[in-house]
């Protein structure tokens, strides 16, 4: 297994929007950095917390951007690539490994992990790729069995499932975040 991505507290962060409900990009840019300035080793840009389902992909490349800009050197920065299609994912991650982020956390988008998670990983390159298990919002989710053939690093748990924690930590040899 390669070396994870961080070590301690990280953060999903929120995306702020103005009074006019457009992306406040600044804002959000000085919140991430007022975060690590607090001690987190990692932001997540644009994840479940940031609506990522609400930005467009320009929006969350551009937030992505802007926060390597701010941050770069002081924390990793994790891009959510969470799309509704393989082709749409790696879309995102090649738009996120172009502004320059640290680490891609990928939703699985159909029962063929492997696949997914294949093509994910071949656009990343040789950032690490985070699987993000939480089936309720991403269906299938991620099975446990599974974490150590995909190809990723690690995994960011969502579920708050505490025998699935202990499952992750004690039978798999990637990272895991929850």
């Not at 300035?37 to 992505?64: F, I, N, P, W």
């Not at 997914?116 to 390159?125: F, I, L, S, T």
């Not at 790729?129 to 995994?155: E, F, K, M, N």
Request: net charge negative; charged share 20%.
């Amino acid at each position: 297994m390669k070396a994870v991505p961080f070590a301690g507290v990280g953060v999903a962060l929120v995306t702020l929007f103005d009074d006019e409900r457009r992306i406040d990009i600044s804002g959000t840019v000085r919140h991430a950095a007022n975060l690590v300035d607090l001690g987190m080793q990692a932001v997540l840009v644009a994840g479940s917390t940031g609506e990522c389902k609400a930005l467009t992909d320009g929006e969350r490349t551009a937030l992505s951007a802007e926060i390597v800009q701010e941050i770069h050197g002081k924390a990793v920065v994790i891009a959510c690539v969470a799309a509704s299609s393989t082709d749409d994912a790696c879309r995102l991650t090649e738009a996120a490994v172009a502004a320059g982020v640290d680490c891609l956390l990928s939703t699985p988008d159909s029962a063929d992990l492997a696949q997914h998670y294949k093509k994910v990983k071949d656009v990343a390159g040789d950032l690490p790729v985070l699987a993000y298990h939480w089936p309720a919002l991403y269906p299938p989710g991620v099975a446990v069995r599974d974490l150590d053939s995909l190809p990723i690093t690690g995994c960011k748990d969502s579920t708050g499932d505490p025998h699935r924690l202990l499952d992750e930590v004690t039978t798999s040899s990637r990272a895991i975040y929850t």
